[in-house]
C-alpha cells in the first residue's frame, strides 16, 4: 500500500502544490493575536478549597475562644479579692478606714469650692496615696505574703485620712482667717 501511496503522490505532484496559502495570511494571523491581547481580561475567580475555609473557621473559633477566655479572667480579676477570706479583722479595717477616705474626699470637695486652686493641690497628693494604694490592690492578688500587703493597704488609708484631716482643718482655719479679716473690715 505504500507503493501506491507514493505512485499517487509521484503522478499529481502538481496538483498538491497548486494550492497555496494567500501571502497576507499572516498578517491575518498577527491581527487577529493582536486583536485578543486588546480585549479586556476577565478577572480571575479565585476559588477555595474546602479544607481551606474549614481551617480559617477553625483559626477564627480559636481566637475567639481565647479571647473570650482572657475576657472572663480579667472580669474575674476586676471583682478583686475576698479581703476577708485573708484576714476578717484586716477586712473591717480596710473597709472602714477606705469609708473614713471616701466621706472625708467628698467633705473636702464641697469645703475647698472657695479656693480651688487649694483643693487642686490637695488632690494632688491624696492622688498619689491613692495611686499607690490601687497598685498594692493589684500586687494583693499575686502576693505570697497577702496579709501583709493588706497591712500595707491599711496602712496607706490611715495615711489618706489623717492627710485628709490635716487638709479640713488647714481650709477651716484658712476660711476662719479670711472671715476675721472681713470681720475686722467691717469693724473699721
Known sequence: MSKRFEDFIKNNRDEFEEVEPSADLWSKIEQSLNM??????????KTFSLSFVLRVAASVVLIMGIGFGIYLQSQKSAKGIDYAAINPEYAKQQLHYASLVETKLTELKTVAKADPQLYKEFSAEIAKMDSTYKKLNNDLATSPNQERVLRAMIRNLQIQTEVLNQQLSVIEQYNQMKKDQHNEIKNI
Open 36 to 45: 485578543q491581547e486588546e480585549l479586556p481580561k476577565k478577572p480571575e475567580t
